[in-house]
């Protein structure tokens, strides 16, 4: 073989060698640049405001945390060459069910719970099917189920119990273990301690006097983490993942080069319906109740989250972490506002502002990666 | 070339017809390719060339006629079916994703694995490392195995694409155009790489409708007209008119020919 005696070819001298900027160049970048100029605005402007005390810390990140959630499923469904417009809605629907499983037909919680993620996960292979069956875009397909959803949502308690919310969840979960992995908290023991160190502050008077303001972890933020690590595992460095991205990238010569891209695409859209499920589980361990309307427009938050992270609309280009910064920022600004004593409907001017302008930073990255013209 | 001829080829294709529904795609069309040498096919569009590939690549079942492989009668049920035989297509357009990275596109649907704790994860090392030596021996020197495919020229994705499917087994590769949207010196990468190829003992299929494209690399050349073979011919027995006219289907192509000055 003569090949193997080749020289190496002479470097390209019209490729300039961006040496350091290279390691910078990468598709989290506008999260990151993002995520450092919201935390700077807000450590200039609401330093004094509680926001980054124990309190505020936990307040802002139980938000970004809801967010990273719903993004994570978003993400990998979006790398994958699809949408799923029917988030928020799946989020009521399964908190519904799970509150009429639990209180009305009396099962026990984690039978509900269970029961609930069976259903969901079912529907998001249903969306899955029918957008590889037909080949319409999941946009339409998805937004169908937006109100098939949605629809249920408000019939089924109407129906059955004559209202749109259903109480008594709190109660029902007492003591049940898998209740417990999503509306629990964990660390309480690290938390008390740091409360009586006086790290973190502990209420002065009333039942909880002595007790620290903050006192554990919710499992939703848990989830979170888990769930954006193993998402971005799954994205990088498995076979999996490069399959997602060949599915997105260009499904036809992923199909050419014998990736199974429907058999992805369906399994995304189960995952994203598994991640709405979580949100909705954890939310309703939390407020004790399901109401019609809880998780309306989250579909639209988790997408904005997702590509503030980096990830490319029509798919094949994303990252994960990107994502979860993503929804930081969105959290951040959302409950940020707030503490600096901002007028709270500016948040849209502030959401739009910082979408559009990490989209445009995004591009100019995407491009400077893949040699999109 | 006579030894060439004197062993088996690796594939034959016998009185090959297809038809769709009334209309007659090939008409009996017989080729038979030989490892380590570029058989051309050529003709104009609509001559039945990409009927014909798809065929040997296992996508169409032939209404009527044989295909033998490596001596065995074959039936493939599916493009995958021929590729685990050791037929691989590079297509034109459709071999590479431009957002991802070379190592990924080289492994794609084919990526190796390395356990730790008992998970399969890609192995990115081994992916990077093969990539970048593959690469080099077809000449390209890449930034990196992390540089997405979408910066690399039309000719070097198609020798990326072209060196993926020779580093997964290929014992016969079919390229379908693979110049025709390319410039002058991407097409003569191709070319090269092509050579390369052969060289390893790869039977190559090479579909043009350039017939300069095909003399600077064949071996043998076959020329379909209209769902027909017009013969095939070895180097050195044709000159680039006599092919171009068989292309054309005579007559017309020398009265066009005459009024254009003869550069077509």
């Known amino acids: 073989m003569s090949e193997t005696a080749q020289p190496t070819p002479a470097p390209d001298e019209r490729v300039k060698d961006l040496g350091w900027r290279r390691a910078l160049i990468r598709p989290e970048l506008g999260g990151i640049v993002g995520t450092i100029a919201v935390f700077f605005f807000f450590l200039l402007t609401a330093y004094d405001s509680g926001m980054f005390n124990a309190q505020g810390i936990m307040n802002w990140s139980v938000v970004s945390a809801q967010f990273m959630i719903i993004a994570v499923g978003a993400c990998l469904l979006m790398i994958a060459g699809e949408f799923d417009l029917s988030v928020g809605s799946m989020i009521g629907f399964s908190g519904m069910m799970i509150a009429i499983f639990s209180v009305t037909l009396g099962w026990p919680v984690w039978m509900a719970i269970v029961v609930t993620f069976a259903m969901a996960l079912a529907i998001g292979a249903l969306n899955g099917f029918i957008v590889i069956r037909t080949g319409l875009p999941s946009f339409i397909v998805t937004l169908a189920f937006l109100f098939i959803l949605r629809g249920f949502t408000i019939y089924l308690p109407q129906t059955i119990e004559r209202k749109t919310i259903i109480g008594g969840i709190r109660e029902a979960a007492e003591g049940d273990w898998l209740g417990a992995a999503f509306g629990g908290k964990v660390l309480q023991g690290a938390f008390h301690w740091m409360g009586d160190i006086g790290i973190i502050g502990v209420f002065e008077r009333g039942t909880r006097a002595g007790e620290p303001v903050v006192d554990g972890i919710p499992m939703l933020i848990v989830w979170a983490i888990v769930l954006v690590i193993f998402g971005h595992i799954v994205l990088t460095k498995t076979r999996f993942g490069n399959w997602i991205f060949a599915a997105g990238g260009d499904a036809e010569a992923a199909r050419n080069s014998g990736v199974p891209v429907n058999r992805v695409k369906v399994l995304m859209f189960m995952f994203t319906a598994f991640c709405a499920t979580v949100f909705a589980t954890c939310q309703v361990m939390e407020f004790g109740s399901a109401g019609a309307d809880r998780g309306l427009l989250k579909e639209f938050e988790a997408i904005i989250a997702v590509v503030i992270g980096g990830a490319l609309l029509t798919g094949g280009y994303g990252s994960v972490l990107g994502a979860a910064l993503g929804a930081l920022i969105f959290g951040v600004v959302q409950q940020g506002l707030f503490f600096a004593g901002v007028e709270s409907s500016l948040f849209r001017v502030f959401l739009g502002v910082i979408l559009l302008g990490a989209v445009i930073l995004n591009t100019y990255i995407r491009r400077m990666i893949t040699g999109e013209r | ?264």
């Open chain 2, 1 to 264: 070339m006579n030894s060439r001829t004197t062993h088996a080829p690796i594939i034959e294709m016998k009185d090959i017809e297809k038809h769709f529904g009334s209309v007659i795609a090939l008409a009996g069309v017989s080729v038979e390719v030989y490892p380590g040498e570029c058989h051309c096919l050529l003709g104009d569009n609509g001559a039945g060339k990409s009927t014909f590939i798809k065929t040997m690549s296992g996508v169409h079942k032939p209404t009527k006629g044989e295909i033998f492989f490596e001596g065995q009668p074959m039936s493939f049920d599916g493009p995958r079916d021929a590729m685990n035989a050791g037929i691989a297509t590079v297509h034109q357009h459709l071999a590479m994703i431009p957002l991802m990275s070379v190592s990924r596109n080289f492994f794609m649907g084919n990526e190796p694995v390395k356990k730790r704790m008992g998970i399969p994860f890609f192995d990115h090392e081994y992916a990077d490392q093969v990539t970048m030596d593959e690469m080099r021996k077809m000449g390209i020197n890449l930034r990196g195995p992390d540089q997405a495919v979408g910066t690399l020229s039309g000719g070097e994705r198609q020798t990326v694409a072209i060196s993926r499917a020779v580093h997964f087994g290929a014992k016969v590769l079919i390229l379908d155009e693979p110049t025709s949207a390319l410039g002058v010196r991407q097409t003569a990468n191709v070319l090269a790489t092509i050579d390369k190829v052969r060289k390893q003992g790869i039977a190559v299929v090479f579909i043009t409708h350039n017939v300069r494209h095909a003399l600077a690399v064949g071996d043998r050349f076959t020329v379909l007209n209209r769902g027909q073979t017009l013969g095939t011919a070895q180097r050195g027995q044709i000159t680039p008119e006599e092919l171009q006219d068989m292309m054309a289907g005579g007559q017309e192509m020398v009265a066009l020919e005459g009024s254009l000055g003869g550069t077509v």
